[in-house]
């Protein structure tokens, strides 16, 4: 099937123009929402961005950071705080302008906007023909998008513990 048939089966259909989305199926959940409507960290600061709320939970959440899918992105600083996952990525140089983004151009791949501009730069931009960059933007956007998941799962996993679940 198409991806369009794909992700109505998964989520169901896009609510009417004017109506509230009430549900997005039985096996995905709005993150955001949950954040906004109950959770609140000082370390947030207002945002329930998922690298804000991920720092929050992250910063002390000490059973998750010798979880075997979640050890990868445990460090901490050398003053002894816990590093902000996102801030573990590594970060290979790209030579590639990722554009108006918190990215500089040897970071890599740290944001959205960034993993949309190498994604784009690998297929239709100045290196969609050098293999050896394509590999490392590919190789970028891969532990940008794992992080991105992982988050999620770490963020779920936080609130079912806090429930008593």
Known sequence: ???????????????????EDKTVGSRVVDLL??????????????????????????????????????????????????????????KPPLDVDLGDTDETDDDAVTDGVGAMRAYQDMLYGEHKNDLAMRDKMRDSLLRYCGLDTAAMVIIWKHWQRAAGR
């Open 1 to 19: 099937p198409d991806l369009s048939a794909w992700l109505t089966g998964l989520i169901g259909p896009a609510p009417a123009v004017g109506e």
């Open 33 to 90: 929402k949950i954040s906004q409507a109950h959770y609140a960290h000082p370390l947030m600061r207002g945002s329930h961005s998922i690298k804000k709320v991920l720092d929050a939970i992250w910063s002390d959440a000490p059973h998750l950071w010798g979880d075997p899918w979640f050890s990868e992105y445990f460090r901490k600083t050398t003053d002894g705080r816990v590093l902000d996952p996102y801030a573990t990525l590594a």
